[in-house]
């Protein structure tokens, strides 16, 4: 049945951390929110011009996929004659600092139902409230604000489509995005591996434009790819695969056929691990990535799967077609040892090769995206993620599967 989720949390509007005055100004109803944190009040004296600005910002969050209502528009409205003072400037910072951290960080603050595990560096968030308030002091509000929402192409693509478009559902999705992008870095470098999970594609990005792009298997969906940015800076030509517990259990894994053994692990356990060759379920080569979540990107021994238009099949790594292109693209670079990577190929043994750099290798989940000319595409929704996403966005009661 429909009910809130618990892991989505009711924001407590600033205006009434700020001043008790505020109760004599008309308030909009509190909306579905995740909590800003523990905010000490802000001081910041909002002019009858100042407020004019903010209110005309408000108004223009539906051009972001936002609802103007959820930043009490109809009471700074209402408040545009009352007198400049404290219970003024209480419910225009509680509303502007709302959206900015919407526009800054997404207004959907607890993803971990959506595996989305990409962090932000803190110094895009230190001295939001120090930005605001100098802002209004200079009268460059909506500036202020147009500089707190992505610049990435991509984004600015999804929001001209939402601009356009008359569809519910086409807006719906369009909306779900852009809000994704808010999670995202403000800074995602210019050299980069792209996998957008609902694509199937991983994109190899130069330069900030995308010079290759290959097929993928990502993971099935119950047990999901998460989203993760996870750089790169070795390969491993014949590598052993170490299976995970919860894989060996599920799969019902013996040691003594398939390559499969055991090893002694460190604590004096052991673990089934899978050794180099034509069976291995790695293929002839992995990216090595550091994250927490066991998560890499791989070569296959079942090529078959890449010929699937749905290719949510794996256990969670990601299976990329024509993986030796991809290792050859990354060491032509310069530094790049590609003597040593034929060699490997060539060899039987477990080699490591380092790339001349590291590559940030962003794993994503959008499914509106734009291609390669930049042109707005829509993909299946593999993990059902958007209906979840969309009901936080909006504050309304998310359908909960049975247990």
Avoid at 6 to 12: I, L, P, T
Avoid at 157 to 179: F, I, Y
Avoid at 238 to 260: C, D, E, F, Q
Wanted: with cysteine; net charge neutral.
């Amino acid at each position: 049945m429909g009910v809130f989720s618990s892991r989505f949390h009711v924001r407590v509007p600033l205006c009434l951390l700020l001043a008790s005055t505020t109760s004599i100004l008309p308030t909009a109803p509190i909306a579905a929110q995740p909590l800003v944190g523990q905010q000490s009040p802000v001081s910041i004296h909002w002019s009858q011009e100042a407020l004019a600005q903010l209110i005309d910002v408000v108004a223009s969050a539906g051009q972001e996929g936002l609802h103007p209502a959820d930043y009490r528009l109809a009471a700074l409205r209402q408040s545009a004659s009352a007198e400049e003072g404290p219970a003024l400037d209480a419910l225009a910072s509680a509303a502007a600092l709302d959206l900015a951290h919407d526009y800054l960080l997404g207004r959907v603050e607890d993803r971990s139902g959506m595996n989305w595990m990409i962090a932000r560096s803190p110094n895009e968030t230190a001295g939001l409230a120090d930005r605001l308030r100098q802002a209004v002091a200079t009268g460059k509000i909506r500036e202020f604000y147009a500089g707190l929402l992505p610049s990435d192409p991509r984004y600015q693509a999804l929001r001209s489509a939402l601009a356009t478009s008359e569809d519910r559902v086409t807006r719906d999705r369009l909306r779900a995005n852009m809000e994704r992008w808010r999670w995202m870095p403000r800074a995602i470098g210019s050299d980069y591996l792209y996998v957008n999970v609902p694509s199937y594609r991983l994109q190899m990005f130069r330069e900030g434009i995308a010079l290759a792009s290959y097929d993928v298997v990502v993971g099935a969906k119950d047990t999901p790819t998460p989203q993760l940015l996870s750089p790169t800076d070795s390969l491993v030509v014949n590598p052993a695969w170490y299976v995970p517990t919860s894989i060996a259990r599920k799969s019902g894994l013996r040691p003594g056929r398939g390559g499969y053994v055991w090893k002694a692990t460190p604590d004096g356990g052991r673990r089934i691990v899978q050794l180099p060759g034509p069976h291995n379920a790695l293929g002839r080569i992995k990216f090595n990535l550091d994250n927490d979540q066991a998560i890499y990107l791989h070569d296959t021994n079942a090529k078959a799967l890449f010929g699937r238009d749905q290719r949510a099949l794996s256990h969670g790594c990601i299976r990329v077609k024509d993986i030796d292109q991809l290792a050859a693209d990354l060491l032509s670079q310069a530094g790049g040892d590609q003597s040593r990577f034929e060699e490997a190929l060539a060899s039987s043994e477990t080699t490591t090769v380092r790339l001349p750099h590291a590559w940030p290798v962003y794993i994503v989940y959008f499914t509106t995206d734009t291609d390669e000319s930049g042109n707005v595409v829509t993909y299946s929704d593999p993990y059902g993620y958007d209906a979840e996403l969309l009901a936080a966005l909006d504050g309304k009661p998310i359908e909960m599967a049975s247990s």
